[in-house]
């Protein structure tokens, strides 16, 4: 029961709330069970090790396996999130938002590390190239390797949400409330989901101030690229933003809200946490405080814009990126 409250609390901040209570609710939630089990419980595989990583000497060899934390102890879980539209076929997904998410069951403190998409980082598959590749280049093994390869941190969970997946699940919680802290004004946002060409573009518009927003606006708010005067930085505290939104929702859950939420997100969510570990997580959802969550973003010094080839990327000043991951995070 402790290892299942760990578990769960840490599951509140990366969607999972919406799979507690399919277990042990008696016959009228087993079709959620059945639905949640194909969602749950995706264990992380082992890729080949390519050559070693120039990165501060670090190289690209997997650390042996650990045991699971200990009941009640902090344990880390990655968040990512993918475009996952028309453009892209098969499993070849980049992740728009990586989100290191560190989890304290005793003093229910979090800590939320937006990793910028554009970060030019050596990939645990081999070579060099934005992190948004990792995921693209082996799935969530590769990004979970890549991750803890260059922050020298260890992941202990992942959990990933594809765009149909998000949009579908604020929309079964009656949506989202967000202070907008800046107008997001963009008028090349992908018109990917709403049209029959991929490629397309629409203008979006979010006003600054208090809004009630729906699954599509929120994403919206997440995923829009433009217009935002901190750039892509902006995205990342915005993507926060809309996580603690979501979870705030949590609160008024109930059982009879489970097997329509579990469905509308079967087919764009994934996790290696298997279901009977998620169970006791809604009793958890008011559990944690917002004064109890750090929010943090690389901003610059910790990054740098450059031109590689054709391309923009952030390029990492690792001397003042590792010490300030690793305040939070323990070092591996």
Request: charged residues 15%; hydrophobic residues 40%.
């Amino acid at each position: 029961m402790r290892l299942r409250r760990r578990i769960g609390l840490g599951l509140l901040i990366v969607f999972g709330f919406v799979l507690s209570g399919g277990i042990g609710a008696g016959s009228y939630y087993f079709s959620t069970a059945l639905v949640a089990l194909k969602i749950t419980g995706q264990k992380v595989g082992s890729i080949a090790a390519p050559s070693p990583n120039p990165n501060g000497g670090r190289t690209a060899t997997p650390a042996p396996a650990t045991p699971p934390p200990a009941p009640d102890q902090p344990f880390t879980i990655l968040l990512l999130g993918s475009d996952n539209d028309a453009k892209f076929s098969g499993g070849s997904l980049l992740t728009q938002s990586m989100i290191l998410a560190r989890v304290d069951p005793v003093s229910r403190k979090v800590t939320m590390l937006s990793i910028p998409r554009d970060l030019y980082v050596p990939l645990y598959s081999g070579g060099t190239d934005k992190i948004d590749k990792a995921y693209a280049y082996g799935g969530a093994d590769s990004a979970i390797a890549t991750v803890e390869m260059d922050f020298g941190v260890h992941i202990d969970h992942y959990a990933w949400i594809g765009l149909q997946g998000l949009t579908n699940l604020i929309d079964k919680v009656d949506g989202v409330d967000v202070i907008a802290s800046n107008p997001v004004l963009d008028d090349y946002y992908p018109a990917d989901m709403s049209g029959s060409n991929p490629y397309d573009f629409e203008r979006v518009c979010v006003l600054p101030g208090a809004q009630h927003m729906t699954g599509a606006q929120a994403l919206q708010y997440v995923r829009s690229r433009h217009g935002d005067l901190r750039g892509d930085f902006g995205r990342s505290f915005r993507q926060q933003q809309v996580l603690l939104a979501l979870r705030a929702k949590a609160k008024a859950l109930t059982y009879a809200d489970i097997p329509d939420v579990a469905a509308a997100i079967q087919s764009d969510f994934k996790t290696d946490v298997g279901i009977t570990d998620v169970g006791s997580l809604m009793p958890l959802a008011g559990n944690i405080s917002l004064d109890n969550v750090t929010q943090v973003v690389l901003l610059p010094p910790f990054t740098r814009g450059q031109m590689i080839g054709a391309q923009d990327v952030l390029m990492p000043n690792w001397d003042l990126i590792l010490p300030e991951v690793h305040k939070y995070f323990p070092a591996t």
